[in-house]
């Protein structure tokens, strides 16, 4: 799987043709039909991407794309729009978009403009690590095919999961704050963006940890940040 994208468009045919493509790209799509269902999405999961459509119901584009970066979130956006005025494309900019496409568009340039902003973050070589699988608990983790199990079944980590689990990995025992993991596994230093790293740890523990209120694996650092221990 090549990353998490959630999509946040009104258009039925349009949310069917763009998330087919998508999914047939390597993505697993998530979708959301309006602006309140697609804020709701963007802040409680992990995303690798969202796209993001400016006319929506409920709530439109703009608002959505600015909630998200004021909730401290810096999940790549690129926003849809019939609209083709420069004035809109440097408004949903400013607020926070990191890429614009208007409709009609050409799925071939969409898929690269996805492509593009998936390389942001790239994924890290596991240098640090003396083996290339690990076991903890019920997890297997195989650092160099990118898959995880538990129980001997596949964990469904998002591309983003998973690169922020092999960076725990990485440096087991050590205490990594928020600002460092913002830095090494999104590639970003805006210390105001650190909630993007709770969120993904939450879903981490979902997904790995027999209780995920009560870690075992990935502890937290009261006042600082997050342990890897296995």
Not at 129 to 135: A, L
Not at 149 to 172: C, M, W
């Amino acid at each position: 799987m090549r990353g998490n994208v959630l999509f946040v468009e009104d258009e039925q045919g349009l949310q069917m043709t763009v998330g087919d493509r998508l999914r047939n790209e390597g993505y697993a799509v998530d979708c959301a039909g309006n602006g309140d269902e697609g804020f709701e999405k963007a802040t409680q999961l992990p995303f690798d991407l969202i796209i993001l459509d400016v006319m929506l119901p409920k709530r439109d584009g703009f608002d959505v794309c600015k909630g998200i970066r004021d909730a401290g979130l810096i999940t790549p956006i690129l926003m849809l729009t019939a609209r083709g005025q420069t004035s809109d494309k440097v408004s949903g900019l400013k607020i926070g978009a990191d890429d614009y496409v208007t409709k009609p568009f050409n799925m071939l340039e969409l898929m690269a403009r996805v492509e593009a902003l998936m390389r942001r973050a790239p994924i890290r070589p596991a240098a640090q690590t003396h083996t290339s699988v690990i076991d903890f608990g019920a997890i297997h983790v195989d650092l160099v095919g990118t898959e995880a199990t538990r129980d001997g079944k596949p964990v469904n980590l998002s591309a983003r999961e998973f690169q922020l689990l092999r960076y725990l990995i990485e440096h087991r025992g050590a205490t990594l704050s928020r600002e460092e993991l913002l830095k090494q596994v999104w590639g970003y230093s805006a210390d105001m963006y650190t909630r993007t790293v709770d969120v993904h740890i939450a879903s981490l523990r979902q997904k790995l940890e027999d209780d995920p209120k009560q870690s075992k694996f990935i502890l937290t650092v009261q006042g600082f940040g997050y342990k890897f221990k296995a």
